[in-house]
Structures are given as structure tokens and as C-alpha cells.
């Protein structure tokens, strides 16, 4: 079958939703189906993959993000003559509504991946209160939902979440998948260890926690930072490092200056960078609440982290709490408390990180997601030619 990707957002920009998009695209082509992605221009980016089309894109607020002018007579076009078989859209705005379009008038199936809980996002609106936002971005989303023909969620809370919002579309709830091929080719390297502590003056002996994600707000990244003097006097050689980029990582590394030379900020890597970083550390840490499911919990988990994560969000779909980490209130003293229960008990995060590698490859593993993806698809062609 022949599939349309259209999101708001693509590489080379970095982040959970472009990754899920290349994990499932890279998956669904290897099962012999050929997939198109409809995104946004980068400056100074040049296309070099003929089945990827870049629309006109501005600077939007969002550091690195872009506003994206949904609509090329030409690229739509192209899809019609190829006969597209179904779209998938990958946010709801913007050329989501493209792609709502296109579905339409192609008389196709429009299927939409619901990443992002966009109400607790709107704090990056300017000049609009939050209010007046939230009622706008959760009207609008209903709207959306229901003109398609299922919602895949990547966690059984977001269902939940989008049954009380009263959204009316069939709800297929399916994580996204993780390249767990991949993290096994660079575990057998085994130099990971090594090379990064070597990097950032890290003891080989000493033990590390590791964050990865945007450095922005609703991470909730001042939580870890401000635990981490109670954790270091449980766990004197400890340390904690902080990989990703984002509008908040000035600020952040100016407040982590202030409470321990212990805390390391990397900056934003390549995702093969990201995996080796999670195999030279020993647990790996998390606070934010807003997460639809947690994209990095999958792969600390797969890369044998065992996770220590406040609760929250679709978190609980993917840490099993007591077998392969904890899930914890927001609360600083339960948090530590979980966090030297770990890092004190050897044999412990031994065996929460074998649960936590097996967890993850029997429920997360990505041949496995684009499979019932594929049988997704596959379902809602046959039923759209039926009617």
C-alpha cells in the first residue's frame, strides 16, 4: 500500500514525534509498503530522499519549530497521481488540515497519531491567555478527531483522556515502537561506558543518572536538579547529566551551577549519540507530567535503565512501578528515597534492568508496532471500500 505522513514537524528537527515518525515509516517500508512524508522546509536543509516533500516554512515561537504553509498545488498533485492509499497525520494542525483535505477529496482513510496533549502546552502561545487557549486548542481538537477515521494513542491514559473530552472517532490505543535492533548492535560495542565518562571527567566507578528530553518547561528538569543534593548525600559519587536542547537550557545550566558541579548539561545529540549516552549511565531519572507516553523511558528501558519517574501523563503504560523502576508522587523526599533504593542495591537495578530490556522488547519492539499498524490500515482501506 502506498501511505502519507503529513506532519508539522520532521528531521532534521529532533524530538519524540519526528523520531516516531522515521521509526514507523523506516518499519512500514521494510514490510514492502512505500510511504511519503509531507513537512515543513529547514534552512539550510536539502532534501535528498525523492519520496519526502518540504512545504514553505516560517520561525514559529517554539525555539527550532516552524510554522508551515499547508498547501502545495504541486505536491498534492504528485500524491493523487500516485494513487495514494491512506493518510496518516502526525498533528492536527496545520497541514493536518491539509491532509484532512486531501483524504477527502481522494475519498481515502485519514488516520491521526495524537503525540502531544496540546492544552497543557499552551503556555507557548504569546500574547493569548491560557484560558482562552486551552478552550480553543481543546474545541479545535475534538473537531479534528472527529472528522477521522480512528485516533491512534500512544498510552491507555490518553484514551481515557480523549473519552472524557468526549471525542467521538474510534480510539486505537498503540505505543510507539522502539528500534530495539539497533540498541543491541551498539550494547555488543560495549566501549559506551568508557568513552563517555572518559568525555566529561566521569569515574568509571562512579554511578550516573541520566535525563534526555527537551530542556523546556513542562519537563519539570528544576525537580531533578533540585533532588539531586539529597540524592549526592545519599550517593556521594553520583552524577547526573541532561541530554537534549531546548528554550530553557541557559537557564537551566545557570541554575544547575548553583547547586552542584555534579550536574552536566551535553547539549542536544543525533539519536545514535543519545543511545550511546543512555549506555554509559546506571538509571535513568524523569519528572515531567505531561507525556502522552514517553518516548525515552522506552529507550532507557530497552538500553537496560531502570527508571525512577514522577507519576504522571502515559508513564504508567510503559514503566511497570516495582518490577522495572518506580513511578513516585511529585513529592522530592519520595523521589530520592527511590533513587538511592536503586543506586544503593546493586543486585536490585541488575534485575530491574533485565525486566525492564524484556518489557521492552515483547511490547515495544518497532516490527512489532508497524505490524499492527499495517493490520490497522489494511482494516480501514478494505472498510472504505466496502461503503
Not at 71 to 78: A, Q
Not at 164 to 184: E, F, M, R, S, W
Not at 200 to 210: F, G, H, R, S, T
Not at 359 to 369: E, G, I, M, T
Request: charged share 20%; glycine share 6%; aromatic share 10%.
Amino acid at each position: 500500500m502506498k501511505v502519507a505522513f503529513f506532519a508539522n514537524c520532521y528531521l532534521p528537527y529532533l524530538s519524540g514525534v519526528t523520531l516516531s515518525i522515521k521509526t514507523l515509516r523506516d518499519e512500514l517500508n521494510l514490510l514492502g509498503h512505500e510511504t511519503f512524508v509531507i513537512g515543513p522546509q529547514y534552512p539550510g536543509h536539502i532534501e535528498t530522499d525523492p519520496n519526502i516533500f518540504r512545504l514553505p516554512s516560517l520561525p514559529a515561537p517554539y525555539p527550532g519549530y516552524r510554522l508551515v504553509f499547508p498547501y502545495s498545488y504541486s505536491i498534492f498533485s504528485r500524491l493523487k497521481r500516485e494513487k495514494i492509499d491512506i493518510i496518516h497525520a502526525h498533528q492536527p494542525f496545520g497541514v493536518g488540515l491539509a491532509a484532512l483535505g486531501l483524504a477527502r477529496r481522494m475519498k481515502i482513510p485519514l488516520v491521526y497519531t495524537l503525540h502531544t496533549l496540546f492544552p497543557r502546552y499552551v503556555h507557548h502561545l504569546p500574547l493569548i491567555p491560557d484560558w482562552l487557549s486551552k478552550r480553543a486548542v481543546s474545541g479545535y481538537l475534538s473537531f479534528f478527531c472527529g472528522q477521522t477515521d480512528t485516533v491512534i494513542v500512544p498510552s491507555e491514559m490518553v484514551r481515557r483522556w480523549l473519552a472524557l473530552g468526549k471525542i467521538h472517532a474510534p480510539i486505537t490505543v498503540l505505543p510507539t515502537g522502539i528500534k530495539v535492533d539497533l540498541i543491541k548492535q551498539k550494547k555488543e560495542l560495549k566501549t559506551q561506558k568508557v568513552e563517555i565518562r572518559s568525555k566529561y571527567n566521569i569515574p568509571i566507578e562512579a554511578k550516573l543518572l541520566i535525563y534526555a528530553g527537551r530542556i523546556s518547561e513542562e519537563k519539570n528538569i528544576p525537580f531533578l536538579l533540585k533532588a539531586f543534593p539529597a540524592i549526592k548525600a545519599g550517593a556521594p559519587n553520583t552524577y547526573l547529566m541532561l541530554v537534549g536542547g531546548g528554550p530553557k537550557e541557559n537557564e537551566y545550566k545557570s541554575l544547575a551551577r548553583t547547586i552542584d558541579p555534579q550536574i552536566i548539561f551535553v547539549g542536544q545529540k543525533e539519536h545514535g549519540e543519545v543511545i550511546d549516552h543512555y549506555l554509559a549511565a546506571d538509571l535513568f531519572i524523569y519528572a515531567s507530567v505531561t507525556e502522552t507516553q514517553g518516548l525515552v523511558l522506552c529507550e532507557a528501558k530497552a538500553c537496560g535503565l531502570p527508571v525512577v519517574a514522577v507519576f504522571g501523563g502515559g508513564l504508567a503504560d510503559v514503566v511497570k512501578s516495582g518490577v522495572d523502576g518506580y513511578l513516585v508522587p511529585q513529592n522530592r523526599e519520595t523521589f530520592v528515597d527511590h533513587v538511592l533504593r536503586l543506586l544503593k542495591n546493586d543486585a536490585l537495578r541488575k534485575e530491574m534492568s533485565l525486566k525492564a530490556e524484556e518489557d521492552l522488547a515483547l511490547r515495544f519492539s518497532a516490527p512489532a508496532v508497524a505490524k499492527r499498524v499495517e493490520a490497522l490500515y489494511t482494516s480501514l482501506i478494505a472498510k472504505r471500500r466496502n461503503t
